[in-house]
């Protein structure tokens, strides 16, 4: 279980809530595999295997964060249960930003441009700001929401000074704390991350259904040598 609702503070989420969250939490730990066999049989395809390792990379990513986020929150550490909301808001631009240039790829390239594209992205090492690249965003306002999301991870007065010490007070005494001045509303930002797990859960579906035919391609249309990986491995 992801989270027990026992331990949630009244107003930040409802029991139903928890529930989707802790199955869908389920549904993709029970997705893991311990390794995956790049070259099909027979035709020695790569491409559909290599999709399945680049989900299963970014799905395991997508987990040890929404994780480490409750587990950092409850035991004080703020900032890095942000750290951690924020990376669930750059895992779902990366992977909603994959299907968009995998699919249109997947049902109109040939299998060697589908190869390169997903080589590329496997082996990728430069990263854009992704947080703007969602055409029809899951919520509104989703790029100022990982902004202000930065801002707090970021070593500056609100991810600083503002967030571990309180001076509103008529001694002119810095109070310190680990929790930041809202801590009501960390968990709701941490919630509002956490429940990205399903839109990335749809979008690894969606994308996993469109691989049997893509190898039942790779089968038929006779792999290039670049596709094929070289006799020694």
Known sequence: MLIDYAIVPSGIASPQQVDQLNAVHARLTARMVDQITIPEPG?????????RVYLQAHMRRMLQLVEGAFVEFFDGRGVVAIMCARGLYEGLATITDFEKELTPLIRGATVEKIFQFTQEKAHATKLKHLAEKFDNPIRENIPR???????????????AINFFADMQNAEDVAYFSESGPDARADLQWIFVAAYFLSNFEA??????????????RGATERPKPSDVPPANG
């Open 43 to 51: 035709s020695g395809f790569r491409a559909s295997n290599l999709i």
């Open 145 to 159: 929401e990982y902004d202000f999301l930065s801002e707090i991870v970021h070593p500056n007065s609100i991810g």
């Open 203 to 216: 979008v690894m579906y969606r994308i996993e259904a469109e691989l049997p035919g893509l190898s039942a």
